[in-house]
Protein backbone atom coordinates (compact mmCIF):
# COMPACT_ATOMS: atom_id res chain seq x y z
CA UNK A 1 0.00 0.00 0.00
CA UNK A 2 0.89 3.92 -0.68
CA UNK A 3 3.48 5.23 2.33
CA UNK A 4 2.15 8.93 2.63
CA UNK A 5 4.66 11.13 3.03
CA UNK A 6 3.87 13.50 5.95
CA UNK A 7 6.89 15.43 5.33
CA UNK A 8 6.37 19.26 4.62
CA UNK A 9 9.36 20.77 3.31
CA UNK A 10 12.65 19.00 3.29
CA UNK A 11 15.50 20.87 2.52
CA UNK A 12 18.89 18.55 1.79
CA UNK A 13 22.63 19.47 3.08
CA UNK A 14 24.19 16.48 2.06
CA UNK A 15 28.00 16.56 2.95
CA UNK A 16 29.30 12.92 1.96
CA UNK A 17 32.67 14.03 2.21
CA UNK A 18 34.02 15.73 5.61
CA UNK A 19 33.47 19.35 5.41
CA UNK A 20 31.01 19.55 2.42
CA UNK A 21 27.40 21.18 2.35
CA UNK A 22 25.08 22.62 -0.50
CA UNK A 23 22.43 24.41 0.62
CA UNK A 24 19.60 24.09 -1.61
CA UNK A 25 17.00 26.12 -0.37
CA UNK A 26 17.00 29.74 1.33
CA UNK A 27 17.33 30.32 5.06
CA UNK A 28 18.71 32.93 6.71
CA UNK A 29 21.50 30.91 8.24
CA UNK A 30 21.91 28.24 5.57
CA UNK A 31 25.60 29.57 4.79
CA UNK A 32 26.34 29.01 8.15
CA UNK A 33 24.76 25.36 8.28
CA UNK A 34 27.95 22.66 8.54
CA UNK A 35 27.80 19.41 8.82
CA UNK A 36 28.51 17.07 11.78
CA UNK A 37 32.33 17.60 13.05
CA UNK A 38 35.09 14.67 13.19
CA UNK A 39 37.46 13.90 15.71
CA UNK A 40 40.43 11.73 15.28
CA UNK A 41 41.39 9.17 12.60
CA UNK A 42 39.26 6.23 11.32
CA UNK A 43 40.60 2.73 12.13
CA UNK A 44 39.04 -0.61 12.25
CA UNK A 45 40.65 -2.30 15.24
CA UNK A 46 40.61 -6.69 15.68
CA UNK A 47 41.51 -9.42 13.82
CA UNK A 48 41.10 -9.45 10.22
CA UNK A 49 39.73 -13.31 9.66
CA UNK A 50 37.13 -15.21 9.00
CA UNK A 51 35.05 -15.39 12.46
CA UNK A 52 37.23 -13.14 14.02
CA UNK A 53 35.70 -9.82 15.98
CA UNK A 54 36.48 -5.55 14.34
CA UNK A 55 35.40 -2.66 15.21
CA UNK A 56 35.11 0.90 14.61
CA UNK A 57 37.98 3.10 16.18
CA UNK A 58 38.98 6.07 16.01
CA UNK A 59 36.57 8.64 15.50
CA UNK A 60 34.44 11.19 17.13
CA UNK A 61 31.15 12.68 16.01
CA UNK A 62 29.43 16.02 17.29
CA UNK A 63 26.71 17.99 15.67
CA UNK A 64 28.03 21.53 14.42
CA UNK A 65 27.03 24.69 15.92
CA UNK A 66 23.89 25.86 14.73
CA UNK A 67 22.75 29.63 13.72
CA UNK A 68 20.25 31.41 16.22
CA UNK A 69 16.82 29.85 16.09
CA UNK A 70 17.71 26.62 14.38
CA UNK A 71 16.78 23.70 16.65
CA UNK A 72 18.58 19.73 16.36
CA UNK A 73 15.73 17.59 15.99
CA UNK A 74 18.26 14.52 15.32
CA UNK A 75 21.62 13.22 15.56
CA UNK A 76 23.11 9.34 14.44
CA UNK A 77 26.27 8.28 13.21
CA UNK A 78 25.76 4.90 11.21
CA UNK A 79 27.75 2.18 9.67
CA UNK A 80 28.54 0.48 6.46
CA UNK A 81 30.60 -2.62 6.40
CA UNK A 82 31.77 -3.52 2.99
CA UNK A 83 34.46 -6.31 1.38
CA UNK A 84 36.53 -4.87 -1.31
CA UNK A 85 38.31 -7.12 -4.33
CA UNK A 86 40.60 -5.83 -7.03
CA UNK A 87 37.66 -3.91 -8.85
CA UNK A 88 34.98 -2.82 -6.69
CA UNK A 89 33.23 -3.28 -3.04
CA UNK A 90 30.15 -4.85 -2.31
CA UNK A 91 28.05 -5.37 1.01
CA UNK A 92 29.91 -6.93 4.24
CA UNK A 93 28.95 -10.95 4.30
CA UNK A 94 27.63 -10.93 7.66
CA UNK A 95 26.13 -7.45 7.65
CA UNK A 96 23.41 -6.39 10.17
CA UNK A 97 20.39 -5.03 9.58
CA UNK A 98 20.56 -2.62 12.42
CA UNK A 99 23.25 0.03 10.83
CA UNK A 100 23.78 2.32 13.76
CA UNK A 101 24.12 -0.89 15.95
CA UNK A 102 27.37 -2.01 13.61
CA UNK A 103 30.16 -0.42 15.59
CA UNK A 104 31.21 -4.33 15.53
CA UNK A 105 31.39 -6.63 12.97
CA UNK A 106 31.88 -10.82 12.92
CA UNK A 107 34.21 -10.84 9.87
CA UNK A 108 32.18 -13.27 7.46
CA UNK A 109 33.30 -16.55 5.87
CA UNK A 110 32.82 -14.24 2.72
CA UNK A 111 34.46 -11.69 3.35
CA UNK A 112 37.85 -13.79 3.07
CA UNK A 113 40.44 -12.99 0.91
CA UNK A 114 38.78 -9.62 0.45
CA UNK A 115 39.83 -6.07 2.08
CA UNK A 116 37.18 -4.79 4.80
CA UNK A 117 36.01 -1.10 4.15
CA UNK A 118 34.26 0.86 6.58
CA UNK A 119 32.38 3.77 6.03
CA UNK A 120 30.73 5.74 9.27
CA UNK A 121 28.14 8.72 8.17
CA UNK A 122 27.42 10.89 10.80
CA UNK A 123 23.90 12.48 10.30
CA UNK A 124 21.66 15.67 11.67
CA UNK A 125 18.80 16.63 11.02
CA UNK A 126 18.14 20.63 11.90
CA UNK A 127 14.39 22.46 11.88
CA UNK A 128 15.15 25.57 10.34
CA UNK A 129 11.69 26.51 9.89
CA UNK A 130 9.07 26.24 12.23
CA UNK A 131 6.39 27.77 10.94
CA UNK A 132 6.48 25.16 7.87
CA UNK A 133 8.49 22.35 10.03
CA UNK A 134 11.22 22.42 7.19
CA UNK A 135 14.19 20.75 8.03
CA UNK A 136 17.85 20.49 7.00
CA UNK A 137 19.84 16.68 7.18
CA UNK A 138 23.54 17.54 6.71
CA UNK A 139 25.93 14.47 6.58
CA UNK A 140 29.76 13.79 7.25
CA UNK A 141 31.69 10.60 6.58
CA UNK A 142 34.90 8.96 7.06
CA UNK A 143 35.92 5.90 5.53
CA UNK A 144 39.02 3.70 6.40
CA UNK A 145 39.81 0.68 4.14
CA UNK A 146 42.33 -2.51 5.43
CA UNK A 147 45.43 -3.11 3.90
CA UNK A 148 45.70 -6.68 4.64
CA UNK A 149 43.07 -9.21 3.51
CA UNK A 150 41.03 -11.17 5.44
CA UNK A 151 42.46 -14.21 6.21
CA UNK A 152 40.97 -17.81 6.16
CA UNK A 153 39.59 -19.67 9.42
CA UNK A 154 41.59 -21.59 11.23
CA UNK A 155 42.09 -25.23 9.62
CA UNK A 156 41.19 -27.95 12.01
CA UNK A 157 39.61 -25.34 14.66
CA UNK A 158 36.01 -26.75 14.64
CA UNK A 159 33.40 -24.42 12.54
CA UNK A 160 31.12 -21.58 14.28
CA UNK A 161 27.95 -19.80 13.70
CA UNK A 162 26.10 -16.79 15.14
CA UNK A 163 22.26 -15.55 15.37
CA UNK A 164 22.04 -12.58 13.27
CA UNK A 165 20.08 -9.31 13.57
CA UNK A 166 18.99 -9.42 17.08
CA UNK A 167 16.51 -12.55 18.49
CA UNK A 168 12.97 -12.47 20.69
CA UNK A 169 13.05 -10.99 24.24
CA UNK A 170 12.64 -13.89 26.89
CA UNK A 171 9.14 -13.09 27.43
CA UNK A 172 6.79 -12.44 24.34
CA UNK A 173 3.24 -13.19 23.62
CA UNK A 174 4.12 -13.62 19.99
CA UNK A 175 3.37 -17.38 18.68
CA UNK A 176 5.74 -17.86 15.90
CA UNK A 177 9.49 -16.21 16.08
CA UNK A 178 11.94 -16.37 13.08
CA UNK A 179 15.56 -16.76 13.58
CA UNK A 180 18.50 -15.91 11.30
CA UNK A 181 21.91 -16.99 11.44
CA UNK A 182 25.41 -16.27 9.70
CA UNK A 183 26.83 -18.33 6.77
CA UNK A 184 29.23 -20.54 8.82
CA UNK A 185 32.83 -19.78 9.81
CA UNK A 186 34.98 -23.02 8.54
CA UNK A 187 38.28 -23.62 6.84
CA UNK A 188 37.57 -25.50 3.11
CA UNK A 189 40.35 -27.86 4.28
CA UNK A 190 37.90 -29.22 6.84
CA UNK A 191 35.89 -31.06 4.56
CA UNK A 192 32.15 -30.01 3.74
CA UNK A 193 30.65 -27.91 6.56
CA UNK A 194 26.65 -28.98 7.87
CA UNK A 195 24.33 -26.51 9.09
CA UNK A 196 20.39 -27.88 11.23
CA UNK A 197 18.69 -27.05 13.22
CA UNK A 198 15.77 -28.02 15.71
CA UNK A 199 13.02 -26.62 17.77
CA UNK A 200 11.91 -27.53 21.21
CA UNK A 201 14.39 -30.27 21.37
CA UNK A 202 12.71 -32.16 18.11
CA UNK A 203 14.70 -33.79 15.14
CA UNK A 204 17.27 -31.94 13.61
CA UNK A 205 16.38 -30.81 10.64
CA UNK A 206 18.61 -29.06 7.58
CA UNK A 207 18.84 -25.18 7.52
CA UNK A 208 17.24 -23.44 4.62
CA UNK A 209 19.38 -21.44 1.83
CA UNK A 210 18.56 -18.62 3.13
CA UNK A 211 19.52 -19.20 6.96
CA UNK A 212 15.92 -18.45 8.26
CA UNK A 213 13.77 -20.84 9.57
CA UNK A 214 10.82 -20.41 11.91
CA UNK A 215 9.16 -21.93 15.09
CA UNK A 216 5.76 -21.83 14.66
CA UNK A 217 2.44 -22.94 16.51
CA UNK A 218 3.87 -21.89 20.22
CA UNK A 219 2.08 -22.45 23.50
CA UNK A 220 2.70 -20.79 26.22
CA UNK A 221 5.41 -21.85 28.03
CA UNK A 222 9.32 -22.48 27.89
CA UNK A 223 11.08 -22.88 24.20
CA UNK A 224 13.92 -23.26 22.61
CA UNK A 225 15.63 -23.62 19.35
CA UNK A 226 19.33 -24.65 18.67
CA UNK A 227 21.85 -24.23 15.56
CA UNK A 228 24.97 -26.79 14.80
CA UNK A 229 27.03 -26.34 12.68
CA UNK A 230 29.91 -29.31 11.86
CA UNK A 231 32.53 -30.77 9.71
CA UNK A 232 35.67 -32.89 9.80
CA UNK A 233 36.99 -30.51 12.17
CA UNK A 234 34.02 -30.66 15.40
CA UNK A 235 30.83 -29.38 15.84
CA UNK A 236 29.40 -26.28 17.98
CA UNK A 237 26.22 -25.71 18.93
CA UNK A 238 24.43 -22.78 19.65
CA UNK A 239 20.95 -22.38 21.87
CA UNK A 240 18.55 -19.61 22.62
CA UNK A 241 15.87 -20.26 24.86
CA UNK A 242 12.80 -18.03 25.45
CA UNK A 243 9.12 -18.33 27.22
CA UNK A 244 6.02 -17.56 25.35
CA UNK A 245 3.36 -15.61 27.36
CA UNK A 246 -0.36 -15.11 27.08
CA UNK A 247 -1.22 -11.93 25.02
CA UNK A 248 -2.88 -9.31 27.67
CA UNK A 249 -6.91 -8.76 26.66
CA UNK A 250 -8.02 -5.93 25.45
CA UNK A 251 -8.12 -3.26 27.96
CA UNK A 252 -11.30 -1.26 28.41
CA UNK A 253 -10.85 2.57 26.93
CA UNK A 254 -10.78 4.89 30.30
CA UNK A 255 -12.44 7.78 31.62
CA UNK A 256 -14.34 10.06 29.00
CA UNK A 257 -12.69 7.71 25.93
CA UNK A 258 -14.48 8.90 22.42
CA UNK A 259 -14.69 5.88 20.22
CA UNK A 260 -15.68 6.59 16.25
CA UNK A 261 -19.14 5.34 15.39
CA UNK A 262 -18.95 3.63 12.18
CA UNK A 263 -22.19 5.82 11.37
CA UNK A 264 -23.30 9.54 11.88
CA UNK A 265 -26.80 10.85 13.43
CA UNK A 266 -27.62 11.00 9.57
CA UNK A 267 -27.26 7.25 9.43
CA UNK A 268 -24.13 7.81 7.15
CA UNK A 269 -20.00 6.76 7.29
CA UNK A 270 -18.84 9.48 9.97
CA UNK A 271 -17.20 11.74 7.51
CA UNK A 272 -13.63 12.42 7.88
CA UNK A 273 -10.55 14.49 6.73
CA UNK A 274 -6.56 13.52 7.43
CA UNK A 275 -4.26 16.45 7.02
CA UNK A 276 -0.91 14.69 8.44
CA UNK A 277 0.74 16.30 5.99
CA UNK A 278 0.14 19.96 7.53
CA UNK A 279 1.74 21.69 10.62
CA UNK A 280 -1.87 23.95 11.31
CA UNK A 281 -4.57 21.70 10.68
CA UNK A 282 -6.86 23.56 7.68
CA UNK A 283 -10.93 23.98 9.06
CA UNK A 284 -13.52 22.49 6.98
CA UNK A 285 -17.14 24.31 7.31
CA UNK A 286 -20.07 24.50 6.08
CA UNK A 287 -21.06 21.66 3.32
CA UNK A 288 -17.51 20.66 3.43
CA UNK A 289 -17.30 20.62 7.77
CA UNK A 290 -16.18 16.94 9.06
CA UNK A 291 -16.72 15.33 11.94
CA UNK A 292 -13.08 13.50 12.44
CA UNK A 293 -9.70 15.25 11.92
CA UNK A 294 -6.73 12.85 11.48
CA UNK A 295 -3.70 15.16 11.99
CA UNK A 296 0.08 15.04 13.06
CA UNK A 297 0.60 14.13 16.58
CA UNK A 298 3.46 15.98 17.09
CA UNK A 299 3.01 19.16 14.87
CA UNK A 300 -0.37 20.16 16.22
CA UNK A 301 -0.07 21.96 19.33
CA UNK A 302 -2.65 21.81 22.30
CA UNK A 303 -3.98 25.22 21.52
CA UNK A 304 -4.84 24.04 17.76
CA UNK A 305 -6.97 21.24 19.66
CA UNK A 306 -9.04 23.20 21.94
CA UNK A 307 -10.43 25.49 18.83
CA UNK A 308 -10.40 21.98 16.96
CA UNK A 309 -12.97 21.09 19.81
CA UNK A 310 -14.53 24.61 20.72
CA UNK A 311 -15.05 26.66 17.60
CA UNK A 312 -14.41 24.21 14.73
CA UNK A 313 -18.01 22.88 13.09
CA UNK A 314 -18.63 19.87 12.61
CA UNK A 315 -20.94 17.70 10.10
CA UNK A 316 -23.24 16.12 12.61
CA UNK A 317 -20.98 16.39 15.93
CA UNK A 318 -21.17 19.51 18.53
CA UNK A 319 -17.76 20.11 16.88
CA UNK A 320 -15.00 17.55 15.76
CA UNK A 321 -12.74 14.91 17.31
CA UNK A 322 -9.22 14.68 16.89
CA UNK A 323 -7.05 11.60 15.86
CA UNK A 324 -3.23 11.55 16.51
CA UNK A 325 -1.03 10.53 13.78
CA UNK A 326 1.92 8.62 15.06
CA UNK A 327 4.37 6.55 13.22
CA UNK A 328 5.42 3.42 14.88
CA UNK A 329 8.49 3.39 12.00
CA UNK A 330 11.30 5.26 13.24
CA UNK A 331 11.55 8.80 11.52
CA UNK A 332 14.80 10.78 11.81
CA UNK A 333 13.05 14.55 11.68
CA UNK A 334 11.59 13.64 15.06
CA UNK A 335 12.39 15.05 18.32
CA UNK A 336 13.00 12.14 20.03
CA UNK A 337 14.55 10.07 16.93
CA UNK A 338 18.57 10.21 17.92
CA UNK A 339 19.21 6.41 18.01
CA UNK A 340 20.16 5.59 21.85
CA UNK A 341 17.47 7.84 23.71
CA UNK A 342 13.82 6.76 22.55
CA UNK A 343 14.88 4.15 19.92
CA UNK A 344 17.71 1.82 21.15
CA UNK A 345 20.41 1.82 17.76
CA UNK A 346 19.96 -1.93 17.81
CA UNK A 347 16.05 -1.55 17.34
CA UNK A 348 16.40 0.39 13.63
CA UNK A 349 16.33 -1.88 10.51
CA UNK A 350 15.72 -1.23 7.30
CA UNK A 351 15.01 1.76 5.26
CA UNK A 352 11.84 1.81 4.41
CA UNK A 353 11.16 1.99 0.55
CA UNK A 354 11.31 5.42 -0.92
CA UNK A 355 11.71 7.44 2.55
CA UNK A 356 15.48 7.34 3.22
CA UNK A 357 14.62 9.63 6.47
CA UNK A 358 12.61 6.02 7.94
CA UNK A 359 13.48 3.09 8.84
CA UNK A 360 11.87 0.21 10.18
CA UNK A 361 11.74 -1.05 14.32
CA UNK A 362 12.25 -4.34 15.50
CA UNK A 363 8.74 -5.15 17.19
CA UNK A 364 10.29 -8.34 19.17
CA UNK A 365 12.22 -5.52 21.35
CA UNK A 366 8.87 -4.35 23.38
CA UNK A 367 10.91 -3.60 26.73
CA UNK A 368 13.49 -1.43 24.87
CA UNK A 369 10.53 0.73 23.06
CA UNK A 370 8.06 0.99 26.14
CA UNK A 371 9.68 4.06 27.02
CA UNK A 372 9.37 5.66 23.30
CA UNK A 373 5.84 4.29 22.92
CA UNK A 374 4.65 5.68 26.51
CA UNK A 375 6.34 8.65 26.27
CA UNK A 376 4.56 9.40 22.60
CA UNK A 377 1.36 8.34 23.71
CA UNK A 378 1.38 10.58 26.44
CA UNK A 379 2.13 13.40 24.54
CA UNK A 380 -1.37 12.39 22.62
CA UNK A 381 -3.25 12.05 25.51
CA UNK A 382 -1.98 15.55 27.28
CA UNK A 383 -2.38 17.84 24.06
CA UNK A 384 -6.31 16.21 23.95
CA UNK A 385 -6.19 14.19 21.15
CA UNK A 386 -9.42 11.68 21.26
CA UNK A 387 -7.88 8.98 19.09
CA UNK A 388 -4.84 7.52 18.06
CA UNK A 389 -4.06 5.96 14.72
CA UNK A 390 -1.00 3.85 14.70
CA UNK A 391 0.95 3.74 11.28
CA UNK A 392 3.34 1.14 10.22
CA UNK A 393 1.76 -1.57 11.76
CA UNK A 394 2.53 -4.35 8.73
CA UNK A 395 6.43 -4.78 9.84
CA UNK A 396 6.04 -8.61 9.11
CA UNK A 397 4.92 -8.45 5.64
CA UNK A 398 6.84 -9.41 3.86
CA UNK A 399 9.21 -11.03 6.72
CA UNK A 400 12.48 -9.55 5.11
CA UNK A 401 11.06 -5.98 4.96
CA UNK A 402 12.33 -4.95 8.20
CA UNK A 403 15.49 -7.14 8.18
CA UNK A 404 14.82 -8.78 11.05
CA UNK A 405 12.18 -11.13 10.19
CA UNK A 406 9.74 -10.33 12.27
CA UNK A 407 6.37 -12.39 12.22
CA UNK A 408 2.63 -11.87 12.94
CA UNK A 409 2.71 -12.60 16.44
CA UNK A 410 5.38 -10.17 16.81
CA UNK A 411 3.17 -7.64 15.50
CA UNK A 412 0.62 -8.83 18.02
CA UNK A 413 2.28 -8.37 20.74
CA UNK A 414 3.79 -4.84 20.54
CA UNK A 415 0.22 -3.90 19.09
CA UNK A 416 -1.86 -5.32 22.25
CA UNK A 417 0.61 -3.27 24.44
CA UNK A 418 0.36 -0.23 22.40
CA UNK A 419 -3.43 -0.42 22.31
CA UNK A 420 -4.03 -0.89 25.43
CA UNK A 421 -1.55 1.90 26.50
CA UNK A 422 -3.33 4.05 24.91
CA UNK A 423 -7.06 3.26 25.98
CA UNK A 424 -5.31 3.37 29.87
CA UNK A 425 -4.90 6.92 28.70
CA UNK A 426 -8.48 7.45 27.75
CA UNK A 427 -8.25 7.11 23.78
CA UNK A 428 -9.41 5.45 21.57
CA UNK A 429 -6.98 3.58 18.82
CA UNK A 430 -7.52 3.21 15.10
CA UNK A 431 -5.67 0.31 13.42
CA UNK A 432 -3.74 1.05 9.99
CA UNK A 433 -3.61 -1.18 6.95
CA UNK A 434 -2.32 -4.76 7.38
CA UNK A 435 -5.57 -7.14 6.01
CA UNK A 436 -4.14 -9.78 7.31
CA UNK A 437 -4.52 -8.74 10.99
CA UNK A 438 -7.36 -6.92 10.33
CA UNK A 439 -9.43 -9.52 12.12
CA UNK A 440 -7.21 -9.54 15.28
CA UNK A 441 -6.50 -5.73 15.31
CA UNK A 442 -10.68 -5.15 15.35
CA UNK A 443 -10.61 -6.26 19.33
CA UNK A 444 -7.60 -4.46 20.92
CA UNK A 445 -8.96 -1.23 18.50
CA UNK A 446 -11.92 0.65 18.10
CA UNK A 447 -11.87 1.86 14.47
CA UNK A 448 -9.59 1.65 11.09
CA UNK A 449 -7.58 3.84 8.01
CA UNK A 450 -6.83 2.45 5.29
CA UNK A 451 -5.04 3.10 1.59
CA UNK A 452 -6.37 2.66 -1.31
CA UNK A 453 -8.16 -0.43 -0.84
CA UNK A 454 -10.50 0.07 -4.03
CA UNK A 455 -7.80 -0.84 -7.20
CA UNK A 456 -6.47 -3.19 -5.38
CA UNK A 457 -9.84 -4.73 -4.95
CA UNK A 458 -9.14 -5.25 -1.27
CA UNK A 459 -11.25 -3.49 0.80
CA UNK A 460 -14.30 -6.35 2.40
CA UNK A 461 -13.62 -10.18 3.42
CA UNK A 462 -15.58 -11.53 0.70
CA UNK A 463 -12.41 -9.59 -1.57
CA UNK A 464 -10.03 -11.32 0.57
CA UNK A 465 -11.40 -15.00 2.05
CA UNK A 466 -9.01 -17.27 0.69
CA UNK A 467 -5.91 -15.50 0.99
CA UNK A 468 -3.12 -16.75 3.00
CA UNK A 469 0.41 -16.10 4.41
CA UNK A 470 2.54 -16.39 6.94
CA UNK A 471 -0.55 -19.41 8.69
CA UNK A 472 -2.99 -16.55 8.12
CA UNK A 473 -6.14 -17.88 5.90
CA UNK A 474 -8.67 -15.34 5.18
CA UNK A 475 -12.32 -16.11 5.79
CA UNK A 476 -15.70 -14.68 5.36
CA UNK A 477 -17.30 -12.48 7.16
CA UNK A 478 -19.12 -14.93 8.91
CA UNK A 479 -15.71 -17.06 9.77
CA UNK A 480 -13.00 -16.34 11.97
CA UNK A 481 -10.58 -14.68 10.26
CA UNK A 482 -12.15 -11.92 8.48
CA UNK A 483 -9.83 -10.08 6.79
CA UNK A 484 -11.47 -7.16 5.43
CA UNK A 485 -12.56 -3.70 6.69
CA UNK A 486 -16.13 -4.50 6.72
CA UNK A 487 -14.93 -6.68 9.85
CA UNK A 488 -14.92 -3.22 11.90
CA UNK A 489 -17.92 -2.19 10.74
CA UNK A 490 -20.11 -4.93 10.59
CA UNK A 491 -19.11 -4.11 14.61
CA UNK A 492 -20.31 -0.47 14.66
CA UNK A 493 -16.58 0.72 14.39
CA UNK A 494 -15.40 3.62 11.86
CA UNK A 495 -13.38 2.78 8.98
CA UNK A 496 -11.60 5.75 6.72
CA UNK A 497 -10.49 5.04 3.39
CA UNK A 498 -8.31 7.07 1.04
CA UNK A 499 -7.59 6.88 -2.40
CA UNK A 500 -5.00 8.99 -4.32
CA UNK A 501 -5.22 11.40 -7.10
CA UNK A 502 -1.34 10.41 -8.22
CA UNK A 503 -2.70 7.14 -8.63
CA UNK A 504 -4.92 8.06 -11.22
CA UNK A 505 -7.30 5.16 -10.62
CA UNK A 506 -10.25 6.75 -9.49
CA UNK A 507 -11.09 9.89 -11.61
CA UNK A 508 -12.16 13.70 -10.25
CA UNK A 509 -16.10 13.75 -9.50
CA UNK A 510 -16.11 15.84 -12.38
CA UNK A 511 -14.73 13.74 -15.00
CA UNK A 512 -15.88 11.47 -17.76
CA UNK A 513 -14.49 8.17 -16.46
CA UNK A 514 -15.97 4.34 -17.42
CA UNK A 515 -16.21 1.78 -15.13
CA UNK A 516 -14.62 1.11 -12.08
CA UNK A 517 -12.65 4.43 -12.37
CA UNK A 518 -15.42 6.71 -12.44
CA UNK A 519 -16.13 8.39 -9.07
CA UNK A 520 -19.94 7.46 -8.50
CA UNK A 521 -18.82 3.77 -8.92
CA UNK A 522 -15.83 3.95 -6.11
CA UNK A 523 -18.59 5.68 -4.03
CA UNK A 524 -20.99 3.46 -4.27
CA UNK A 525 -18.77 0.44 -3.76
CA UNK A 526 -16.57 1.60 -1.10
CA UNK A 527 -18.90 4.16 0.54
CA UNK A 528 -22.40 2.83 -0.27
CA UNK A 529 -24.02 -0.37 1.60
CA UNK A 530 -24.48 -1.44 5.15
CA UNK A 531 -20.83 -2.37 6.29
CA UNK A 532 -19.70 0.75 4.13
CA UNK A 533 -16.63 3.51 4.89
CA UNK A 534 -15.67 7.06 5.39
CA UNK A 535 -13.94 7.32 1.50
CA UNK A 536 -12.40 10.19 0.12
CA UNK A 537 -10.00 11.32 -2.56
CA UNK A 538 -6.79 12.76 -1.31
CA UNK A 539 -3.50 13.99 -3.00
CA UNK A 540 -0.40 11.98 -1.55
CA UNK A 541 1.10 14.59 0.70
CA UNK A 542 -2.04 14.78 2.46
CA UNK A 543 -1.59 18.35 3.05
CA UNK A 544 -5.38 19.77 2.56
CA UNK A 545 -5.33 20.35 -1.39
CA UNK A 546 -7.58 17.96 -2.54
CA UNK A 547 -10.42 16.81 -0.65
CA UNK A 548 -13.43 14.91 -2.11
CA UNK A 549 -15.50 12.72 0.28
CA UNK A 550 -18.51 10.67 -0.94
CA UNK A 551 -20.82 10.53 -1.87
CA UNK A 552 -21.01 13.52 -4.40
CA UNK A 553 -16.62 14.84 -3.47
CA UNK A 554 -17.92 18.14 -2.08
Known amino acids: MVKTLHVLAVALLIGLAAGAATPTRAHAGSTRLRPPVASGTLRIDGTLRDGAWVQAAGVTWRPSKLPPGDRLLSFEVGYRWSRCGAHRCRPAADRAAAPFAATHYVVGHGDTGRRLRLIEIATQVVETDPATFSFSVLRAQRSVMTTARVAPYPAGRRPSIQFLNGLPESRTGSHAENFQVTAPHHNPLDGTT????????????????????????????????????????????????????????????GAGCWAPPHLDSGGQPMRWDWQIGRVTPLERTGARAVDIYDIDGFLTTPSDLTTLHTAWPAATLPHPRAVCYLDLAWEDYRPDATPGTAFPARTLGHVYYGYPEERWVDFRQLHALRPMLQARIGMCAEKGFDAVEFDDIDSFDPPSETGFALTPGDAQNYLAYADNLAHRMGMSVLWKNSPLLSWWGRRYSDGAVLEECYPYRQCTSKQLAGTSAYGIRCTLLSGPRPCGWDDFTSLG???????????????????????RHRYSAFCSSVYGGANGFAAVRFDVDLDGRVFQPCPTGR
Open 493 to 515: KWVGDAEYVEDHYVCAPSASCSG
Open 194 to 253: HVSYRVDGGGWRAMPRARVFGARHLRAGPHHVAVRVANRAGSLTRSFGWRVTTLPPPAAC
